[in-house]
């Protein structure tokens, strides 16, 4: 990735994305690719010891609202998703795309839940188009 530091922690990837602006292009390993725009809210809970496991989670923005195909009668797609990682003594692992829904009942918003996308393979920086 153009401008990428091979000693850059996942967050210190995503915050120097946020800054440059324009969209991110994610890839997953099954090979599709999902267009969105880095909100700069993210959060990282180290791992306290040896063995522990912490997390990592990153706000994103789809240009359109993302439907991952399986949702049940009262979930609602949106424009929401996170990126998320576990991080543990050997580094990052199961780094993934979720895209947000709405839990609708009765006519209320009830919770909103995170549904997986996949695994991501790449993270890469694009600059917007003038339209």
């Known amino acids: 990735m153009e401008g990428e530091d091979a000693t850059d922690t996942l967050p210190e990837k995503i915050k120097r994305m946020s800054r440059e602006g324009g969209h991110v292009d994610v890839e997953l390993t099954d090979g599709s690719t999902h267009r969105a725009y880095l909100i700069g809210d993210y959060e990282l809970e180290e791992p306290e010891w040896s063995g522990d496991v912490g997390s990592f989670w990153a706000r994103l923005e789809f240009p359109d609202p993302k439907d991952p195909g399986n949702l049940e009668e009262d979930q ?37 839940e995170g549904i997986r996308l996949g695994e991501i393979e790449s993270i890469e920086t694009k600059e917007d188009e003038e339209s």
Not at 95 to 107: A, F, G, M
């Open 76 to 112: 609602y797609p949106t424009q929401m998703g996170e990126i998320t990682a576990k991080v543990t003594d050997n580094g990052w692992e199961e780094i993934e795309l979720l895209t947000d829904v709405q839990r609708v009942k009765d006519d209320e918003l009830e919770r909103w």
